[in-house]
T-cell receptor
């Protein structure tokens, strides 16, 4: 019954590796997002997709590549991981793109790069 | 520039009392949404309450209410009858027409028994 789910929950990896985080929502929403929460708890949007189309692409290094195979899924692939990529990554979804739409968040993926 | 400011890094409240968490925002867009999220120590982000920029009345959801003062550009969260389970970090956020959520720095609330 989980609305927005992410896998894995924890990810510990070495610098230079490539890793992926998966996100799925069963709310029937059209829009999905990736946010990054840094060590100071600051949250910032990275990407958003609407109906599999990229809408928002913030100033994120191109080592980060989102992929949306369908409306219910938004994955995040990270190449050549760096120490500074250590953070909590949240997936979220909303019914549509609009300022009044509530975004529902997944449980987060805690990434630690050693 | 669009910005959300939460000036209280940490707050304490006695159990069963009310507490107000401050939030001010800055935007030139006429249409926007204001949200509050709760992040307990377990880490998940829980949606609490929403206020639209055109809403005339303050939003309420159970023990949560949003004190929306448009002229002052403030959207304070009021939690009534605090419970121990309210201890968490609280984020104020603003949504624009692109769907982008801009978050404040967060306020850590501790409820004392």
């Amino acid at each position: 019954d989980t609305a927005v789910s992410q896998t894995p929950k924890y990810l510990v990896t070495q610098m230079g590796n490539d890793k992926s985080i998966k996100c799925e929502q069963n709310l029937g929403h059209d829009t999905m997002y990736w946010y990054k929460q840094d060590s100071k708890k600051f949250l910032k949007i990275m990407f958003s997709y609407n109906n599999k189309e990229l809408i928002i692409n913030e100033t994120v290094p191109n080592r980060f590549s989102p992929k949306s195979p369908d409306k219910a899924h938004l994955n995040l692939h990270i190449n050549s991981l760096e120490l500074g990529d250590s953070a909590v990554y949240f997936c979220a979804s909303s019914q549509a793109i609009a300022d009044q739409e509530t975004q529902y968040f997944g449980p987060g993926t805690r990434l630690l790069v050693l | 520039a669009q910005k959300i400011t939460q000036t209280q890094p940490g707050m304490f409240v006695q159990e069963k009392e009310a507490v107000t968490l401050d939030c001010t925002y800055d935007t030139s867009d006429p249409s926007y949404g204001l949200f509050w999220y709760k992040q307990p120590s377990s880490g998940e982000m829980i949606f609490l309450i929403y206020q639209g920029s055109y809403d005339q009345q303050n939003a309420t959801e159970g023990r949560y209410s949003l004190n929306f003062q448009k002229a002052r550009k403030s959207a304070n969260l009021v939690i009534s009858a605090s419970q121990l389970g309210d201890s968490a970090m609280y984020f104020c956020a603003m949504s624009l027409h692109t769907g982008k959520l801009i978050f404040g720095q967060g306020t850590t609330l501790q409820v004392k028994p």
